[in-house]
């Protein structure tokens, strides 16, 4: 009888998170004070962030950092995760491919991102911090951070963009089932907000709105940190839990990927099942390649421009190394709110710069096309973010077919998308469009980067 899903044991989930940078060709560059040009250490993040991830977030010599026994606790309530064949996908496409899917749908609340809320929580509650802050985009950070906060004891304040609040109202609301102060972004209640607003009375929102307020609420509040859902290194340092159990999982199945696909937002979910493998490539000489999978409407890694730029829209961020598409672009309404950031992660954007990766875009129908094709035969409605990595398992799998070649294809179910049935009935009622940003709306926004 055929196996279709690999399950690892709790005594042997792994230890410690692996840190790229440790082993990268070249490593990111600094992220640097906006006045001064400066590079950034620990003492100067750690007035936003929780100390020890400063730590981690600028750590390039230990090439592995220990789990926590408090978080690797937290972890055994619902790790491992299920490695899971997708026989009857592979049929209905007729290919020659093997495809895996890791699946974090399975997690509290959905999705990938409670596997970084618990740990910051725990750091931030070590140094003795009472309130955390956030923004999240179709709610799963925030609805993951808001559980982690409240396992821990802490209070949370969760800036949500605005379009996805209303286009994912139940998001919100499991929010607020654990006890965190939820806002739509842009809102009246920061400076950062009114501006925004004074300057577009109809702003729909993005990340980089909701960072803005989530950084200047913790820079004001006493005994406030700021944690973050994406984009920055000790984020995918915590997510890659999901690689390592991979790895595992896919000796257990007697195969070795060689292709590993992840949505792309900004890089948290690519990195945690992208970089324990890349590893190999690094110091092994494998040749498994690298896909990060983002909407046509916010092509950063596609068509965005390599340069220093500020993570939030008021520019209260430090300045990060990136593929930008400009701090004040503001992306199209889709329904993948996850993905709606107008940068990629420091380490993502030095390793598409090496050739170590690429991205791809993908137009909105094309997702859903491809969500339906997987809820239909493997059973599992997946988040439109996580249908950006289907589609793209699809047209590797297609080119398969037409080579006839049976590679492994290995790509991470970031969540499931029971909250985003709207969008579904959107899509099934035919009402739903592709979004293509122009190159004119690229190169304005891209204008007021600083140089």
Known sequence: MRQKRFILQENELPKAW??????????????????????????????????????????????????????????????STPLVRAYSLEEALQTPAHIYFKNESVNPLGSHKINSALAQCYYAKQEGTTNVTTETGAGQWGAALAYAARVFGLEAAVYQVKISMQQKPYRSSIMRTFGAAVTGSPSMST???????????????????????????????????????????????????????????????????????????????FGGIAFPFMRHNLKDGRQTEFIAAE???????????????????????????MFTLGHSFKPANIHAGGLRYHGAGMIISQLLKDGLMRG????????????MLFARTEGIIPAPESSHAIAAAIREAEKCKQTSEPKVILFNLSGHGLIDMSA????????????????????????????
């Open 18 to 79: 692996y840190n790229i940078q440790a082993d990268m060709p070249n490593r990111p560059m600094p992220p640097i004070h906006p006045a001064t040009k400066q590079p950034l250490g620990v003492d100067d993040l750690a007035h936003i962030f929780p100390r020890e991830c400063c730590v981690q977030e600028l750590d390039t010599e230990h090439d592995f950092i220990p789990i926590p026994e408090e978080v690797l606790d937290k972890y055994r309530f619902y790790r």
């Open 191 to 269: 400076r950062a907000g009114k501006d925004i607003i004074t300057r577009d009375p109809h702003h729909p929102g993005s990340l980089g709105t909701a960072i803005s307020e989530a950084v200047e609420l913790a820079t004001t509040t006493p005994n406030c940190k700021y944690t973050l859902g994406s984009v920055l290194n000790h984020v995918g340092l915590h997510q890659t839990i999901i690689g390592l159990e991979a790895e595992k999982q896919m000796a257990m199945a007697g195969e070795y990927p060689d292709v590993v696909i992840a949505c792309f937002g900004g890089g948290s979910n």
């Open 295 to 321: 909407p046509e409407s916010c092509p950063k890694l596609t068509r965005g421009e390599f340069r220093y730029d500020f993570g939030d829209e008021a520019g209260y961020t430090p300045l990060l190394p």
């Open 360 to 371: 791809v875009d993908i137009p909105q129908l094309e997702s859903f096309d491809a969500g």
């Open 424 to 451: 579904y009935d959107q899509y099934l009622n035919g009402d739903l469009m592709n979004y293509r940003v122009t190159d004119e709306d690229i190169m304005k926004t891209l204008q007021c980067v600083p140089q």
